[in-house]
Structures are given as C-alpha cells and as structure tokens.
C-alpha cells in the first residue's frame, strides 16, 4: 500500500465506476457481484467480530423496553 497508494485508489474507482454503470443499465449491481469482495471475506479483513465486542462495550444499542 505504501509503495503503490494510487493504484490501489484507482483499482477501487475503477470496480466503482463499473458498479455503478451497471446499477444504471441494468437497475442492479448483479452482474458485478461475482467480482465483489464477500461479505465473510470483509468481515475477516476488518475483523469485525473483534469490533463488534468493542463497539457493544462501548454502547450497547438495546432500546429501553424491548
């Protein structure tokens, strides 16, 4: 990342751009989403179990009465 910063910028626009594109054409991202990151591989990446524990220590979002 420190070593080619924009052409990671500009791969993420590109896959935007086409995203983008096809929501306009065709109404839906579904052609685009054989090419998109999944939502376990994110999860992973951003190890949001570990944030998810943070986040409730934090403030957990029970509303009062349920």
Request: proline share 5%; hydrophobic share 40%; net charge negative.
């Amino acid at each position: 990342m420190v070593i080619y910063p924009v052409t990671l910028l500009r791969s993420a626009m590109g896959a935007a751009e086409r995203t983008l594109e096809s929501i306009k054409s065709d109404g839906t991202q579904e052609a685009q989403v054989p090419s998109m990151l999944t939502r376990a591989r994110l999860y992973d990446l951003v190890d949001y179990e570990a944030y998810n524990h943070f986040d409730t220590g934090v403030f957990n979002f029970r509303i009062p009465g349920t």
